[in-house]
């Protein structure tokens, strides 16, 4: 039988209903043999083939996506995994945003009551927005757009990632520094640009461009680092 297997061993070997491999038949993304008028089995090819549907599934790809990026060649699935990834690094923020708001509103919540705090008072000092959060909350309120840093999709990941350093973590960590010296570090807001190249980062402080990179593969562990020591000089230099 070539290695073939029916349908209740594959339907137990990958955690999978039956129904669900006779509905991926119907819409063309797996074909069995028949034995019989009802038997199904699959081979090696397919059981493969199923494989990658349920890796795919994993990753949140559509029926519908699917069917296209097995139908495309190898170019077609690294241009959709390049989609996916795009998309991924935009949930991952929004999730870190959640997060830091969350601690930001205990902190507040500690301090006055409830009738008492104001959204401004928590955005204010607060470093990355994602565009559901500056739907909800006009941007004006809190920020201002001349100290802003951007980073390009390709790179977001890395931004946020503890191990590279944390932008956002960094940023708070100077302005803490500034302050016991009586300095003081403006708002910044932090976001990702889909007008940067995938790998770029730019610096804006008091209106004006004043630093810009295009990072490397091997390189883009220092983004964060990098961007922190931008906007530092940039503060001396505007003190100066």
Same mark, same amino acid.
């Given at each position: 039988?070539?290695? #073939? !297997?029916?349908?209740?061993?594959?339907?137990?070997?990958?955690?999978?209903?039956?129904?669900? =491999?006779?509905?991926?038949?119907?819409?063309?993304?797996? !074909?069995?043999?028949?034995?019989?008028? #009802?038997? #199904?089995?699959?081979?090696?090819? !397919?059981?493969?083939? =199923?494989?990658?549907?349920?890796?795919?599934?994993?990753l949140s790809f559509g029926l519908r996506d699917i069917t296209d990026v097995l139908l495309e060649d190898g170019q077609g699935f690294r241009e959709a995994l390049k989609r996916k990834i795009a998309e991924s690094n935009g949930q991952l923020?929004? %999730?870190?945003? %959640?997060? !830091? =708001?969350l601690k930001s509103l205990l902190s507040e919540l500690?301090?006055?009551p409830l009738s008492g705090l104001q959204a401004a008072d928590i955005l204010k000092e607060f470093t990355y927005l994602t565009k559901k959060t500056e739907r909800t909350i006009p941007m004006?309120? /809190?920020?201002?757009?001349?100290?802003?840093?951007?980073?390009?999709?390709?790179?977001?990941a890395e931004a946020v990632d503890e191990k590279a350093g944390d932008l956002i973590e960094k940023i708070k960590a100077l302005?803490?520094?500034?302050?016991?010296?009586?300095?003081?570090? /403006? /708002?910044?807001r932090v976001y990702d640009s889909g007008d940067l190249e995938g790998s770029q980062a730019l610096v804006v402080m008091n209106g004006a461009e004043v630093w810009r990179k295009n990072y490397s593969s091997a390189e883009v562990h220092l983004c964060s680092a990098e961007i922190v020591q931008a906007i530092a000089g940039a503060t001396e230099r505007e003190r100066a």
């Open positions: 039988m070539d290695g #073939r !297997q029916g349908i209740k061993e594959v339907s137990a070997r990958f955690h999978i209903s039956a129904r669900t =491999l006779r509905y991926y038949e119907e819409i063309g993304l797996l !074909q069995s043999h028949r034995r019989g008028s #009802r038997y #199904r089995e699959y081979d090696t090819a !397919q059981l493969r083939r =199923l494989e990658t549907i349920l890796l795919l599934r994993r923020l929004e %999730v870190r945003e %959640v997060n !830091q =708001l500690e301090t006055r004006s309120l /809190p920020f201002e757009e001349k100290n802003r840093v951007a980073i390009g999709v390709d790179i977001v302005r803490a520094e500034l302050e016991a010296r009586g300095r003081a570090l /403006p /708002p910044i």
